[in-house]
């Protein structure tokens, strides 16, 4: 994913924002990384941060942490959610299916969102792909009793594969799914993905979970 350049904050002003967990540290305290006891929201993947950015400006009252692979993703939305003081936002650079399982306190979070997760389209890629049966057992495992995980896709066949993922491998009672609502401005889209789709007309598949 190109990252278009953007002036950059000093390290400093970036730093109450990222959150470093070595890979083999046991979990999280969610108290500890956000300073407070509000609900935890975690968002795997989160690219160039739309979803982030908007969600923390319009629910202050929710901590999101974001979840993201690639390092410079991580710099890139650390400036945009230090630019505007969104100081309910935590990022971390690993491997979601790694902090989902080993590191998020199991029983935690109200929501997970997964959006537009990369399809890995060559078969020997496939086990890339961040949705597979231990993630999704993962996804339960961390959420609370009547928490959500949220899902969105353009690719069908992904799709497909979640749903079926999802029921074979958890508990979690599909949900109807949210209403497609018309964008207002440009910033008005689930993410950066969402958006790049629906503008080409693209159709997006969704699903929303409960855990009981
Ligand atoms: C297609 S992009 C979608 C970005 C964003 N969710 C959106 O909808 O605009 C998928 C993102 O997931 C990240 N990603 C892929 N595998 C991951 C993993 N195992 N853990 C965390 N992030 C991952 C990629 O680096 C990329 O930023």
């Not at 929501?111 to 949705?131: G, N, S």
Request: net charge positive; charged share 25%.
């Amino acid at each position: 994913m190109s990252v278009r350049r953007v002036i950059r904050l000093p390290r400093e002003q970036l730093t109450p924002y990222l959150l470093e967990v070595p890979p083999d540290a046991g979990a999280v305290s969610w108290s500890a990384v956000f300073g407070n006891d509000r609900p935890v929201e975690i968002e795997v993947g989160f690219g160039k941060g739309l979803f982030l950015v908007r969600s923390s400006q319009t629910r202050p009252e929710v901590n999101f942490l974001g979840v993201e692979i690639a390092r410079k993703l991580q710099f890139f939305v650390a400036n945009r959610v230090a630019k505007r003081n969104l100081h309910n936002v935590r990022l971390v650079c690993t491997d979601a299916r790694h902090f989902l399982s080993k590191q998020a306190p199991a029983g935690s979070v109200q929501t997970v969102h997964v959006y537009f997760p990369d399809p890995w389209w060559k078969q020997r890629h496939r086990k890339r792909r961040v949705f597979q049966p231990d993630f999704a057992a993962a996804c339960e495992q961390v959420l609370q009793s009547g928490g959500r995980l949220r899902v969105a896709t353009d690719v069908e066949a992904y799709f497909e594969i979640i749903q079926a993922t999802t029921a074979k491998h958890t508990t979690l009672i599909l949900e109807p799914p949210p209403a497609e609502k018309p964008a207002e401005n440009d910033l008005d889209y689930l993410s950066n993905f969402e958006r790049k789709a629906r503008k080409v007309g693209k159709p997006v598949w969704r699903a929303v979970y409960r855990k009981p």
